[in-house]
């Protein structure tokens, strides 16, 4: 919309673009779930790792093709829970993952190529923040990207969630049930201690969990980038049906809603 010229005018005009609608709001109000790892050992011996060899690997691909069976149709190793970083929080505003393999992980096979290393991932995401950020043009070229910047943890509130979320995290790991699947911490490792050492490692590794929303807010004010039939202000014949327009991040996966936005939106459009 910004490289239409549907956007805040100063911004467009600084561009070169020529304002079609001057919508001030277009591209403020980003919002994402911040999300911060610690992987441990791994003690047992990982299935995962195993079915990456080569063959096993394609073998697995095939029968999944074919016979809709077999490892390469199970999800992976993956569990979530969610956990309030304050008890006297109303709703849960941690999302924890576990991940019963590295990132690292890759296709192997003897005398060709070395397995990746194993391990467990623990990442905690806020849910919640604070943090409001923006999504600007940095040119008229559309093929240069935008400038994105999240503000993460801009506010003591997300610096301190994240950091809660961190130390659950560390906790759950060292529970007696784990300990013959859990071995030492590797990253960031158990010198890491202090809540300044806990902060530093989460401004060093923190990663988005790809939650984007709000940068065209839904609302019944006129700031609001689109109206509640998620109409464009200030423009006609224009909808935005995408997870732009969810005002506030929900406490979760965003997928569902914006697949209940766009079956909303295709509503309103064949006037339903
Ligand atoms: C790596 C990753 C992992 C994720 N994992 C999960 C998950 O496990 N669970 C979950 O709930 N959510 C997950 N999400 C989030 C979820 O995928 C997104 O929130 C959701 O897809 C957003 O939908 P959307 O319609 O707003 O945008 P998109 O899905 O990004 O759709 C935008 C579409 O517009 C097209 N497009 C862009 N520019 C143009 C143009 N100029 N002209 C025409 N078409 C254009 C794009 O090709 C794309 O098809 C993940 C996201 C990522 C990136």
Redesign the pocket.
Known sequence: MLLSGVGPANQLRENNIEVVANRKNIGANLQDHPSVMIEYERKTRSVFQENLRFDRLFLNMVRAQLFKSGPATHPLGFGTGFVKSRPELSLPDIQLFFRLFLVQSREWFPLIREPGPTGIGLLACHLRPEARGTVSLASSN?NDAPRIINNFLASDMDRQAIRQAFKIKRSIAAQPAFAEHIGAEMMPGKDVRSDDQIDAFIRETAIT?????GTCRMGADEDSVVDPQLNVRGCENLRVV???IMPDLVGG????P?IMI?EKGADYILGK
Do not use: C, R
Request: proline share 13%; net charge negative.
């Open positions: 559309p969990v790809f939650h984007p929303i995408d997870a732009s996966n965003i997928n569902a914006v766009a």
